[in-house]
């Protein structure tokens, strides 16, 4: 069964630092989503992206956060300079074009130190 | 704007005990309602969502679900627990209104957690 793969599973950085986080969506899916979990709270939708786009973003998706299909399968949340309140387990999920289900990939634990 | 609430933030059981886990929902407009869990060190699975039609779905590992639309509720039941059910259950409302691309609101999720 097709899946949704996320790279590294554990990313530890230095506060002030670049991160990127890669997912690879499944294969006929169209539409992407970046969700993030900080430890022992709710998972929060960071960012839509469809037709090579965002559709929609939330508060927490400054500036200092961008997504990019850099090619035809991976899907990548960059932050540009980290804090420590960026430290949190990231989630990419996909859905197809007609259906309703998101499958979320497996996470990606963020340590800022 | 869409919210979910999860009233219990731990539920401890039994073994082959029944458990209810509670969702609430507000929304402007109709919804799509899902259930997700999470085990330990792992992603979320989803066990089952409510589209549209019969008010009582059901998902994996035995889990049903009804949704209530004047209580607006989607509360979770299994009628016997097992140690492995042990995990986090996540409520989740999403729509596909106005240009919406269908993003998740989560609860804060419910700790179940299983005793011999």
């Known amino acids: 069964e097709p899946e949704v793969t996320q790279t590294p599973s554990h990313q530890v950085t230095q506060m002030g630092q670049e991160v990127i986080l890669r997912c690879v969506p499944i294969?006929?899916?169209?539409?992407f989503y970046w969700y993030r979990q900080i430890l022992g709270q709710k998972v929060e939708f960071l960012v839509s992206?469809?037709?090579?786009?965002?559709?929609?973003k939330s508060e927490i998706f400054d500036d200092q956060f961008s997504v990019e299909r850099p090619d035809g399968s991976n899907f990548t949340l960059k932050i540009r300079s980290t804090k420590l309140e960026d430290s949190a387990m990231y989630f990419c999920?996909?859905?197809?074009?007609?259906?309703?289900?998101?499958?979320f990939g497996p996470g990606t634990r963020l340590t800022v130190t | 704007a869409q919210s979910v609430t999860q009233l219990d933030s731990q539920v401890p059981v039994f073994e082959e005990a029944p458990v209810e886990l509670r969702c609430n929902y507000s929304?402007?407009?109709?919804?799509?309602l899902f259930w997700y869990v999470q085990y330990p060190n792992q992603g979320l699975q989803l066990l089952l969502k409510y589209l549209s039609g019969s008010t009582l779905v059901k998902g994996i590992n035995g889990f049903e679900a009804e949704f209530n639309k004047s209580q607006t509720s989607f509360h979770l039941r299994k009628p016997s627990v097992h140690i492995s059910d042990t995990a986090e259950y996540f409520c989740a409302v999403s729509d596909l209104w106005g240009g919406s691309q269908g993003n998740l609101i989560f609860g804060k999720g419910t700790k179940l957690s299983v005793k011999p």
């Open positions: 992206f469809y037709n090579n786009e965002i559709s929609e």
């Open positions: 999920a996909s859905r197809q074009g007609q259906g309703i289900e998101q499958y």
């Open positions: 294969s006929n899916h169209l539409y």
């Open positions: 929304s402007s407009v109709s919804v799509y």
